[in-house]
């Protein structure tokens, strides 16, 4: 059974430029969640997606938005990048029912120039 | 709001000797889940072991187990005869209230390294 897949793996960009990332659940999973991981933050919520339907939010600016397909793949994006917006990006995916373990893929590496 | 505290930044142990990583959480929940996770180099993060709270039993996954203390809120990690390919970053993560588990709050992290 294939992991969970993100594109593109590595990417850079300038600020002001908006990126958009991919991820391809496991298959059946239907819940995506979106990470971000940077060295003074750690890792934090960004959004969770559930049957195209988003059920909850992290603290984080209008700039990121997301969305499902009805596959359950997902993408995320960011709009007016800052160079605070580089990190890594982790998606993860589940099957959205209580008490089941969260898969993650191997991140997209954003750097923002 | 959630926390989970991980009072370890970093920890080294000799090849083939025990290490225990360290973990508190904070949660008005009386029924929850919590997850070691292992990031090595490759970023990806790994499931190592999971803990459902209405359980007594420490959840053990071979070398891996944990010393969960409820009422304590503690929730270590023992690495038992630990290998070079154990060296990474170890993160304690805890789903949010409601026992939902699509969003995890996770503590700052472990970084183990193994000596040979």
């Known amino acids: 059974k294939a992991g969970v897949t993100q594109t593109p793996r590595y990417l850079i960009k300038t600020r002001g430029q908006q990126v958009t990332l991919s991820c391809s659940p496991i298959?059946?999973?239907?819940?995506v969640s979106w990470y971000q991981q940077t060295p003074g933050q750690g890792l934090q919520f960004l959004f969770e997606y559930f049957s195209e339907t988003q059920r909850n939010k992290g603290n984080f600016p209008g700039r990121f938005s997301g969305r499902q397909f009805s596959n359950s793949r997902s993408e995320m994006n960011v709009s007016t990048l800052e160079l605070g917006d580089s990190a890594l990006y982790l998606c993860?995916?589940?099957?959205?029912?209580?008490?089941?373990?969260?898969?993650f893929g191997e991140g997209s590496w954003l750097t923002v120039v | 709001a959630q926390t989970v505290t991980q009072s370890q930044p970093e920890m080294s142990v000799q090849e083939a000797e025990t290490v225990t990583l360290s973990c508190t959480y904070d949660t008005s929940e009386s029924d929850y889940y919590l997850f070691w996770y292992k990031q090595p180099p490759s970023r990806q993060m790994i499931l190592v072991i999971r803990?459902?709270?209405?359980?007594?039993q420490n959840a053990t996954e071979n070398r891996f187990s944990v010393n969960f203390q409820k009422a304590a809120k503690s929730f270590s990690l023992k690495i038992s005869d630990s290998q070079l390919g154990d060296a990474a970053m170890y993160f304690c993560?805890?789903?949010?209230?409601?026992?939902?588990?699509?969003?995890?709050?996770f503590g700052k992290g472990t970084l183990l390294t193994v000596n040979p």
């Open positions: 298959s059946g999973h239907r819940s």
């Open positions: 803990q459902e709270a209405y359980k007594q």
């Open positions: 993860a995916s589940s099957t959205g029912s209580s008490g089941n373990t969260i898969y």
């Open positions: 993560a805890h789903p949010n209230s409601g026992g939902s588990n699509y969003k995890l709050t």
